[in-house]
């Protein structure tokens, strides 16, 4: 069952397995303001202290790269070659504009190497960033 904290309009989700084991993955959302993209980067910076690495994915970019697919290979690859590391997806409701009913192939690459990273066990946690959680 999902678990929330909510702050003056700012939602953290966890998901909790059945074991009461927290997810890696966790998604900050709420609106323009609310502190979201500023609690990553403390968080970030605290990582990057304790001398693991904090990688920063923004979703707004990813829709104007130029070869997406290529791209997110390289970053994913990036990531997953490090024993411990931070992985902050931005904006993160941007990439969800479909066009029709049609999920734009961004989104699955995404969720696809999310996926495998998530069962790397290579990456010690992501957090996605967004203003709509609808969205998401």
Not at 100 to 122: A, K, M, V
Request: aromatic share 4%.
């Amino acid at each position: 069952a999902p678990y929330f904290v909510t702050s003056d309009g700012l939602f953290v989700g966890a998901a909790v397995s059945a074991t009461g084991i927290v997810s890696r993955a966790v998604l900050l959302h709420g609106p323009a303001g609310s502190g979201k993209s500023a609690a990553v980067r403390q968080v970030a910076h605290i990582v990057q202290q304790t001398g693991s690495e904090a990688f920063l994915l923004d979703g707004g970019a990813l829709l104007t790269a130029a070869c997406v697919p290529q791209l997110l290979e390289d970053v994913f690859q990036l990531v997953s070659a490090r024993t411990s590391a931070l992985l902050v997806l931005e904006d993160l409701d941007v990439l969800s504009c479909a066009v029709g009913d049609q999920q734009p192939p961004i989104t699955t690459l995404l969720l696809s190497h999310l996926d495998s990273l998530l069962r790397s066990g290579n990456v010690s946690a992501v957090i996605g960033v967004a203003r709509e959680v609808d969205r998401v």
